[in-house]
């Protein structure tokens, strides 16, 4: 058999469900749907926007392809009259990493949540034209996690009623902000203020880099790109920069003042805005990256198993067919959690976005009281769903065996370009901590405060610590209430125990840091109690088409079990499950196993995503794969000629035994 073009048509007719509104499930809505599917079209259909050749660019091929893309983009933007929805759309199915990610997440987002009214009616308008191009330049070459720790200096001088802005040292230096290095007009500046020699904290400024007419550094600014990064194509599209300031002066009313405000005088005024909103821009993000996860996840899952399906090794019989290898147990029972967490993660992000609009709101009519909630659960899940993600990612790429290795399979360069996520706005253990300051706090407020939105499981603290799991057949495992009870269960143990041991250090940063690894797995599992329940809570909603519900329902039980029989040594310390129950838990997994499997195809067609958003010939709609592959190879202009440079120069002489005399 030359191609798996048959293998594919054979098991999308063994689908169980109705495909067409699984990818409205999927989507959120028809209209979701519709939309996304016109714009990822609209990107698969124009030749600029190709991206096979990505990884054979140099750097500065390679950023100057990206420069004409955005241009493409934004030309499309206007004459096609796209909304800021469609135009969000447009760059996620471009899938080049570009400053205008930073311009539109980050830039905009800033100067919404944290500039005062005047400031936004005179940037945004500005900015959403891209009349400015702006980046968010935080992290420095010395600190990046630790914001307080910034040593920029904005330093207020009442002579001229302007900020200076200085790097005072090597460390101080900005280092990362994206489409800093060569593109972007504006940047976020975060510094310490300084008024009269005094430190007032660390806030944002808005800071001109570059001339507007010629796009040269303005004095004062040396600006560079910080180098290549991990993968060749990945996110090399993106000019990550370094920044150094020397007594650059801005006027006063570039300084962020939503939080805090700077008078004329000098004085420094607090408002009753919170310090954390400062931090508002990473809220909004992180949010976005949970949203992300599912896709780039979904994107390696679909791959891997249009490819399981196509790929046989061994066990023919009478001269038939070997066996696809997406009939291994073992490839299954690595390939469905996956599958299963990409829907999981899909369903926690859109819960997400809904908190986030929630909060935002909240934010706007000056309530904070969420804040701390939208905070932990946003600093968690990104940890969660970026870490599986990228080990995901990473699981596909062998789940293909080694033409999962070759760029051509669309893996490599999608690992390459996710795994930052794992760092970037907030690394995911620093984040994870957050978590476990929120829930420390929790838990020791359990006598006199009732816990509230995804904390109010812990409500019934004394039934979760006292009561047993009570499955006594693998069928029992099939049922929603039991399964988030056990989650809950060894969440509430796990945070509890902390909390104990805790209890016993004088000094309670000590302890925090004492107990930071137990209290990151503590963490985990709650964030895992969240993404349990909203995929049951998703659940419990109307799901219309024939058999959407019933496959939802099975890839729930998968996520759920999978995750148990992982962290059964939590489940079993914490004394909810017996060994007994675990194992049954894990006979269950493999009897749902073998439901996904004749779904399996039709559920990654579900994904709706494009040949062109996958890359990959393995991920390949028709599943003809090995030809494809063939014809991939010697179109390699390295297949260009057959003799390779060199080779008269390097090989021949050896071969001759003539090297003592070659010009080397
Ligand atoms: C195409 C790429 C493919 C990848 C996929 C991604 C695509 C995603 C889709 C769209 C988005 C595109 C975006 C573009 C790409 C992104 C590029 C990346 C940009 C960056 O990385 S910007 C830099 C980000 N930097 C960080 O995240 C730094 C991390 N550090 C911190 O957040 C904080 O410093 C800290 C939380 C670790 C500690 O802060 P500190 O001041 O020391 O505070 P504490 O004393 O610990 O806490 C004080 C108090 O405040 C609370 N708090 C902390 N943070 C927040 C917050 N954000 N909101 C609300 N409250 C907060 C904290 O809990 C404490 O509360 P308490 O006193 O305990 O009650
Ligand atoms: C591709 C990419 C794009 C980026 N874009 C931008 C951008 O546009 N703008 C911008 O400002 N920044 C950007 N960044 C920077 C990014 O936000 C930081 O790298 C990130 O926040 C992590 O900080 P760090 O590098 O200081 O890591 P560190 O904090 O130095 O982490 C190093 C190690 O120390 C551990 N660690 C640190 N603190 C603690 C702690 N308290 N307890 C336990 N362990 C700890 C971490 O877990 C990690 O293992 C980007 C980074 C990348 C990789």
């Known amino acids: 058999m030359e191609g798996g073009v048959d293998y594919l048509i054979d098991e999308r007719k063994k689908a169980q469900f109705d495909v067409e509104a699984m990818k409205v499930a999927w989507a959120g809505s028809r209209q979701a749907f519709e939309l996304s599917d016109r714009i990822a079209k ?80 005179k940037w945004l308008p500005l900015a959403r034209k891209m009349q400015v191009i702006g980046s968010y330049a935080q992290t420095e070459l010395g600190h990046g996690s630790n914001v307080q720790g910034l040593e920029t200096t904005a330093t207020f001088d009442p002579q001229t009623d302007e900020f200076v802005i200085h790097s005072p040292t090597l460390t101080s230096s900005k280092w990362w902000p994206g489409g800093t290095a060569k593109v972007s007009t504006h940047a976020i500046v975060y510094a310490r203020l300084i008024l009269d020699g005094q430190f007032h904290g660390v806030h944002g400024f808005i800071v001109q880099l570059r001339n507007l007419e010629n796009h040269t550094p303005l004095p004062g600014i040396t600006v560079g790109d910080i180098g290549m990064k991990f993968g060749n194509g990945a996110y090399n599209t993106m000019d990550n920069g370094v920044i150094r300031f020397n007594h650059v002066h801005i006027p006063r009313n570039q300084m962020l003042m939503r939080v805090s405000q700077v008078t004329r005088e000098g004085k420094f005024v607090q408002s009753d805005v919170p310090r954390q909103l400062l931090y508002g821009t990473m809220v909004y993000v992180r949010q976005k990256i949970v949203a992300d996860a599912s896709k780039a996840l979904s994107r390696a899952v679909c791959i891997a198993t249009r490819y399981s399906a196509v790929r046989r090794q061994f066990g023919s019989r009478n001269g038939g067919p070997e066996i696809q290898v997406i009939d291994y147990k073992t490839q299954q029972s690595r390939l469905f959690p996956l599958l299963a967490s990409a829907y999981a993660f899909r369903f926690v992000g859109e819960w997400l976005k809904w908190l986030y609009t929630d909060v935002k709101q909240r934010l706007e009519a000056n309530d904070f009281s969420t804040l701390p909630e939208a905070h932990a659960c946003t600093a968690g899940l990104k940890s969660l769903t970026t870490s599986a993600t990228a080990d995901g990612i990473e699981e596909c790429r062998k789940l293909c065996g080694g033409h999962g290795y070759l760029v051509s399979s669309g893996i490599p360069e999608l690992f390459a370009t996710y795994v930052p996520a794992c760092t970037f706005e907030g690394d995911n253990v620093v984040m994870m901590l957050q978590v476990a300051r929120f829930l420390v706090k929790t838990v020791s407020e359990l006598g006199y405060k009732q816990p509230v939105g995804t904390t109010a499981y812990m409500r019934r603290v004394t039934a979760l610590m006292q009561s047993n799991c009570a499955v006594r057949t693998a069928e029992e495992w099939l049922n929603p209430g039991v399964v988030v009870e056990a989650f809950e269960a060894r969440s509430t143990r796990m945070a509890v125990a902390c909390g104990q041991r805790l209890a016993k250090f004088e000094n309670p940063e000590e302890g925090f840091a004492e107990l930071s690894a137990d209290l990151v797995e503590a963490s985990l599992a709650h964030c895992q109690v969240i993404v349990v329940s909203k995929f049951v809570e998703k659940l419990q909603q109307e799901i219309p088409g024939k058999g959407v519900k019933r496959l939802l329902e099975v890839l729930f039980y998968v996520y759920a079990l999978f995750l148990l029989h992982k962290h059964q040594g939590d ?25 996904v499997r004749p779904n399996a195809i039709a559920l990654v067609d579900s994904f709706n995503h494009t040949d062109h958003l996958l890359s990959s010939i393995l991920g390949r709609y028709d599943g003809n794969v090995y030809p494809k592959l063939y014809e991939a190879a010697f179109n390699d202009p390295f297949n260009d000629s057959d003799i390779a440079d060199g080779i008269h120069q390097y090989v021949q002489p050896m071969l001759r035994q003539e090297l003592h005399s070659a010009k080397l």
């Open 42 to 121: 609209l990107v698969a259909n124009d030749p600029i926007f190709e991206k096979f050749s990505r990884p054979m660019l140099g750097r500065k091929e390679l950023f100057k392809n990206s420069l004409r893309k955005v241009a493409h983009a934004w030309k499309l933007i206007i004459d096609l009259r796209l909304s800021e929805e469609e135009a969000k759309l447009l760059r996620h199915y471009i899938d080049e990493p570009a400053y205008t990610d930073l311009q539109w997440e980050m830039f905009i987002p800033a100067i919404e949540g944290q500039g005062t009214e005047e400031q936004k009616r």
């Open 571 to 595: 489940f079993l310390a914490t004394g909810y499950l017996t060994p007994k129950q675990a194992s049954l838990a894990n006979d269950q997994l493999r009897i749902l196993y073998s439901k």
